[in-house]
């Protein structure tokens, strides 16, 4: 995971600290940002699932299949993958069953496409408001360890849930309805079932 030198100044910058020209260099605010920023951001991934973070991959199916009574299908999730999201098979229209377990993907049908959350990304993918979110956890993190504040964090700690928030009602806003309109909660409750190793 590459740092992002811009989002670390900025969130310095919130906390009046100086701004640092490489992560690698001897200096207490880049060691801090090298610590914290690749937390915050594996933080702000899995609170949700950013259109940005979407990809598509053609699942290899597995020799052994534990499960083929019910199952007759098994594949290795893909390496990256954080949150499953739909599996689509060319014989099929719409979105398939399928359940999760163990890092292995159970379905009824061959030839399947997972559509997944990933869990690495390029920040210049990322929206502005998602690097805002960012910059604010990251200088809520930085607070402590560089201005020896707590009430600085807990301030920056509110700012960066309001940011959050924003990030994702303008990311949802983005993304095309797959569960049909005013289906969230239902879609929430699938993904979950998905990852527990239950029915989607």
């Known amino acids: 995971m590459s740092i992002n030198i811009t989002t670390c100044n900025l969130a310095l910058g919130e906390l009046r600290a100086p701004p ?3 992560i690698a260099e001897d200096s207490l605010e880049a060691r801090e940002c090298a610590r914290f920023y ?12 950013w259109s940005f973070t979407n990809r598509r991959a053609s699942l290899a199916e597995l020799a052994v299949d534990d499960r083929r009574d019910e199952w007759p299908h098994a594949f290795t999730l893909p390496v990256d993958c954080v949150t499953p999201l739909r599996l689509i098979a060319p014989c099929q229209a719409g979105a398939t069953d399928f359940i999760v377990e163990h890092r292995t993907l159970y379905a009824r049908l061959p030839d399947v496409v997972l559509e997944y959350a990933a869990r690495d990304m390029d ?3 990322a929206s502005a408001l998602f690097v805002d979110a960012l910059v604010y956890a990251l200088a809520a993190r930085l607070a402590v ?16 849930e ?5 990030a994702v009602a303008a990311d949802r806003n983005r993304q095309p309805e797959h569960d049909g309109p005013n289906d969230e909660a239902v879609t929430r409750a699938r993904l979950g079932a998905a990852l527990t190793g239950q029915v989607r």
């Open 162 to 166: 309001i940011a959050f928030q924003r």
């Open 20 to 22: 640092i020209a490489d």
């Open 38 to 49: 690749p937390h915050c951001l594996r933080l702000l991934l899995e609170r949700h699932d």
């Open 123 to 125: 920040e210049s993918e």
């Open 145 to 160: 360890p560089i201005r020896d504040s707590r009430e600085i964090k807990g301030q920056l700690l509110q700012q960066a």
